[in-house]
């Protein structure tokens, strides 16, 4: 029960900072902050929100563009390929 009022407590400040930013368009910052707390580490889990429901780590945006050895492991690339990329 505490880690649920921790974690909605996080949430709700998240959200506040969200709408402080932009007052208009607050909706369409939703996604972004949900995705930034569902990707960030939780201290007493030691682990992802996103982790903990899917039983995978997500794989960040950034990693489809600079391919990691997690994503390069996943396309089954060698890696000579991989540093081609």
């Known amino acids: 029960m505490v880690l649920l ?8 400040n998240l959200l506040k900072k969200v709408v402080a930013k932009s007052k208009r368009d607050w ?8 995705w930034a ?7 007493p889990t030691q ?3 996103y982790a903990l ?3 995978v780590e997500a794989v960040l945006p950034l ?3 600079i391919p990691s050895l997690r994503i ?3 396309e089954g690339l060698t890696e000579e ?3 081609q990329i």
């Open 5 to 12: 009022k921790h974690s909605t407590k996080f949430l709700c």
């Open 27 to 34: 909706h369409e910052s939703i996604g972004e902050a949900l």
């Open 37 to 43: 707390y569902r990707t960030t580490v939780r201290t």
């Open 47 to 49: 682990a992802t929100p």
């Open 53 to 55: 429901v899917y039983g």
């Open 63 to 65: 990693e489809q563009q």
């Open 72 to 74: 390069a492991i996943q």
């Open 81 to 83: 390929e991989n540093a």
